[in-house]
Nanobody
Framework: VQLQAFGGGLVQAGGSLRLSCTAS????????MGWFRQAPGKEREFVAA????????AYADSVKGRFTISRDNAKNTVYLLMNSLEPEDTAIYYC???????????????WGQGTLVTVSS
């Protein structure tokens, strides 16, 4: 199983980025997909999760209204569109796949390698 995240980079505050994560080696449509992030010196935190069908999603309060998670099961890919980025969003972003819908990291058994997002003020 491999989850490969990409799309990170350097962006100014107020800007946008779209992260992508492509999965291989698993039945993608059977998995809940999520995004987590870890800022320097901080613990990993939940960002967003999307159900298997893509019909509903959950977000951390800190990103609600600014970030949108979506998925394309035909492409085995989950996306995270990030708008109105703030310096506090600077972190390594990880995609993850699991069988239980929720914000707890232990729900997710498969993790990508992470992609760095840096937001300058």
């Amino acid at each position: 199983v491999q989850l490969q995240a990409f799309g990170g980079g350097l962006v100014q505050a107020g800007g946008s980025l779209r992260l992508s994560c492509t999965a291989s080696g698993l039945a993608f449509s059977r998995y809940i997909m999520g995004w987590f992030r870890q800022a320097p010196g901080k613990e990993r935190e939940f960002v967003a999760a999307v159900r298997r069908s893509g019909g509903s999603a959950a977000y951390a309060d800190s990103v609600k209204g600014r970030f949108t998670i979506s998925r394309d099961n035909a492409k085995n890919t989950v996306y995270l569109l990030m708008n109105s980025l703030e310096p506090e969003d600077t972190a390594i972003y990880y995609c993850a796949g699991g069988m239980t819908y929720g914000s707890a990291a232990p729900y997710y058994g498969y993790w990508g390698q992470g992609t760095l997002v840096t937001v300058s003020s």
